[in-house]
């Protein structure tokens, strides 16, 4: 009998190097760092939560762990085994899944493409039967077996690709923005499939990114904050949450004059100021603020009349997990490092 890994999942200073090649020769060519000493340790049972701003390196990780990309540095292992010397056997044990992308051919039936996907895994036809039956009864899509998935919509090609994903029984799934551009209803029973096979499968692991904060707290077990190519954090949500129990959050709105209130002396210079994160708009500018204290709100809204900006409304709130983000990262999820996200889109 086999012996399970100690985790589902672990990094041991992982790093990762792009080189950029110079516009006219070979020695013009810079260094970008995407992982720099990645160290990290997922159990088996977790859903595992990873987030970071666009080029902040979640790509490059999940890549390296897929088997899709060499470490330049560190050692990887899923399940126990290498993904960098023995890549084959890792791809037995994963499973990927990505938003918006489409899996499969357009001409072939979901069904069709479903038992295309199984039996390129070698698995056996009563194994496969019983599972796709079971599977697209729970996602819905059982309904849809005989259509071609160039008719789906986007929703119904995202349950295919979870049907897919999962399909194999692997013991660790990489959901990689699973729910992007699905529509509420959809996006809500994509998460619930993800709760109830976590469920049914308690020995088994996902390891999730996402832009969508709230889905991040909803569902992981822990998470990863990841910037600039490090790990900043490791927790659960909620005790990442209490960090910032001691501080004071603020929603303003103001009606800039003339200059954006962003403009002038920062924000972050008033006294008591932790954190302000500005979200431009066509009629009015919305400022996330954290503060030490809340007698240090005055001394911010007099820095934004002095710099002509008008209060529109103000709402004093609990921390989020955006808000923990933003604290540690000093920017919102949305909000990309551009030069290494085109690198990780290009890789």
Same mark, same amino acid.
């Given at each position: 009998?086999?012996?399970?890994?100690?985790?589902?999942?672990?990094?041991?200073?992982?790093?990762?190097?792009?080189?950029?090649?110079?516009p006219?020769?070979?020695?013009?060519?810079?260094?970008?760092?995407?992982?720099?000493?990645?160290?990290?340790?997922?159990?088996?049972?977790?859903?595992?939560?990873?987030?970071?701003?666009?080029?902040?390196?979640k790509?490059?990780?999940?890549?390296i762990?897929?088997?899709?990309?060499?470490?330049?540095?560190?050692?990887?292992?899923?399940?126990?085994?290498?993904?960098?010397?023995?890549?084959?056997?890792?791809?037995?044990?994963?499973?990927?899944?990505?938003?918006?992308?489409?899996?499969?051919?357009? %001409? !072939? /039936? @979901?069904?069709?493409?479903?038992?295309?996907?199984? =039996? $390129?895994y070698?698995?056996?036809?009563?194994?496969? *039967?019983?599972?796709?039956?079971?599977?697209?009864?729970?996602v819905?899509?059982?309904?849809?077996?005989?259509?071609?998935?160039?008719?789906?919509?986007?929703?119904?090609?995202?349950?295919?690709?979870?049907?897919?994903?999962?399909?194999?029984?692997?013991?660790?799934?990489?959901?990689?923005?699973?729910?992007?551009?699905?529509?509420?209803?959809?996006?809500?029973?994509?998460?619930?499939?993800?709760?109830?096979?976590?469920?049914?499968?308690?020995?088994?692991?996902?390891l999730?990114?996402?832009?969508?904060?709230?889905?991040?707290?909803?569902?992981?077990?822990?998470?990863?904050?990841?910037?600039k190519?490090? %790990? !900043? /954090? @490791?927790?659960?949500?909620?005790?990442?949450k209490? =960090? $910032?129990?001691?501080?004071?959050?603020?929603?303003? *709105?103001?009606?800039?004059?003339?200059?954006?209130?962003?403009?002038?002396?920062?924000?972050?210079?008033?006294?008591g100021?932790?954190?302000?994160?500005?979200?431009?708009?066509?009629?009015?500018?919305?400022?996330?603020?954290?503060?030490?204290?809340?007698?240090?709100?005055?001394?911010?809204?007099?820095?934004l009349?002095?710099r002509?900006?008008?209060?529109?409304?103000?709402e004093?709130?609990?921390?989020?997990?955006?808000?923990?983000?933003?604290?540690?990262?000093?920017?919102?999820l949305?909000?990309?490092?551009?030069?290494l996200?085109?690198?990780?889109?290009?890789?």
């Open positions: 009998m086999a012996v399970q890994a100690a985790h589902a999942i672990q990094t041991t200073g992982v790093g990762r190097v792009y080189k950029i090649r110079g006219k020769k070979k020695s013009d060519a810079k260094e970008l760092i995407a992982l720099k000493d990645v160290n990290l340790e997922v159990p088996y049972g977790e859903l595992f939560g990873l987030l970071g701003p666009n080029g902040a390196g790509t490059t990780l999940i890549k762990l897929c088997t899709l990309l060499l470490p330049t540095s560190g050692t990887a292992l899923v399940d126990g085994v290498n993904v960098a010397t023995h890549p084959q056997e890792a791809r037995r044990r994963i499973s990927m899944v990505s938003g918006g992308e489409t899996s499969g051919f357009g %001409l !072939l /039936t @979901v069904e069709e493409n479903l038992w295309m996907f199984a =039996r $390129l070698g698995m056996d036809n009563k194994v496969v *039967r019983d599972r796709l039956n079971e599977m697209m009864e729970i819905g899509i059982a309904d849809r077996r005989r259509t071609k998935i160039s008719d789906l919509s986007t929703g119904l090609r995202q349950k295919m690709n979870f049907v897919r994903g999962f399909l194999t029984d692997p013991t660790v799934v990489f959901l990689d923005e699973p729910t992007l551009g699905l529509d509420v209803t959809a996006a809500r029973e994509v998460r619930s499939f993800v709760r109830q096979w976590m469920t049914d499968h308690p020995d088994r692991t996902v999730l990114t996402t832009h969508y904060m709230a889905e991040a707290d909803d569902l992981c077990d822990r998470l990863a904050i990841i910037d190519g490090q %790990l !900043l /954090t @490791v927790d659960t949500p909620e005790n990442l209490k =960090r $910032l129990q001691q501080s004071a959050i603020f929603n303003l *709105r103001v009606q800039p004059v003339g200059d954006k209130p962003r403009d002038g002396a920062r924000i972050e210079n008033v006294p100021v932790q954190n302000a994160v500005f979200h431009d708009g066509t009629e009015f500018t919305e400022i996330n603020l954290s503060l030490e204290r809340d007698d240090a709100l005055p001394g911010v809204l007099a820095h009349s002095a002509g900006s008008s209060l529109i409304a103000l004093k709130r609990e921390p989020s997990l955006e808000d923990v983000f933003i604290s540690l990262v000093g920017r919102r949305d909000q990309d490092t551009t030069e996200s085109k690198v990780e889109l290009e890789a």
